[in-house]
T-cell receptor, first 117, second 111 residues
């Protein structure tokens, strides 16, 4: 149980284009999902918190107009990187909390590697 | 959330127990200790968490000192697949916020 998937697993796009990444909880419902990114040889950095049916909360320094987050259902959150540039190339990882559990561990997706050329 | 300190890297022989330390001297009474690991190019994996009692599951054991200022994650019989970066994270109950990852410990299991 507690499986989180991401699609695509990797994507290459040209500078200036937009890319959408999906995060799905496969066998549980998640009112809250989180988006992280990880640059090479660095740790994960929280980008934003995605709440079902409401606006996302962004961490300081993360541009909300560039990283659009939609959490339209209890099992799906999407991250759209708009007008991507090479510096946006990174490993993007989502996580989700299982609302049926009293504990608060987060379950992570396998990540999406974005390369902007 | 309280800050944690972990060694940058550790080696362990395959089949032996791997003991990963974590210092969290500023931990508050309502904060849990969580452990995650990240195998190269994959998403992090939850391992275990605890408040003050020792905990054990199918993956590992967590030993928390009586003063709660430090803890040790124990992988009882390490395999090559346990090579990963291990993150010790201290966070309050409720879990409404995302996780703050430090640099973690790069555990390398030697054949």
């Amino acid at each position: 149980g507690a499986v989180v998937s991401q699609h695509p697993s990797w994507v290459i796009c040209k500078s200036g284009t937009s890319v959408k990444i999906e995060c799905r909880s496969l066998d549980f419902q998640a009112t809250t999902m989180f988006w992280y990114r990880q640059f090479p040889k660095q740790s994960l950095m929280l980008m934003a918190t995605s709440n079902e049916g409401s606006k996302a909360t962004y961490e300081q320094g993360v541009e909300k107009d560039k990283f659009l987050i939609n959490h339209a259902s209890l099992t799906l959150s999407t991250l759209t990187v708009t007008s991507a540039h090479p510096e946006d190339s990174s490993f993007y990882i989502c996580s989700a909390r299982d609302i049926s559990r009293s504990s608060y561990e987060q379950y992570f997706g396998p990540g999406t590697r974005l390369t902007v050329t | 959330d309280a800050k944690t300190t972990q060694p940058t890297s550790m080696d362990c022989a395959e089949g032996r127990a791997a003991n990963l330390p974590c210092n969290h001297s500023t931990i508050s009474g309502n904060e849990y200790v969580y452990w995650y690991r990240q195998i190269h190019s994959q998403g992090p994996q939850y391992i275990i968490h605890g408040l003050k009692n020792n905990e054990t599951n199918e993956m590992a054991s967590l030993i928390i000192t009586e003063d709660r200022k430090s803890s040790t994650l124990i992988l009882p019989h390490a395999t090559l697949r346990d090579t990963a970066v291990y993150y010790c994270i201290v966070r309050a109950t409720g879990g409404a916020d995302g996780l703050t990852f430090g640099k973690g410990t790069h555990l390398i299991i030697q054949p």
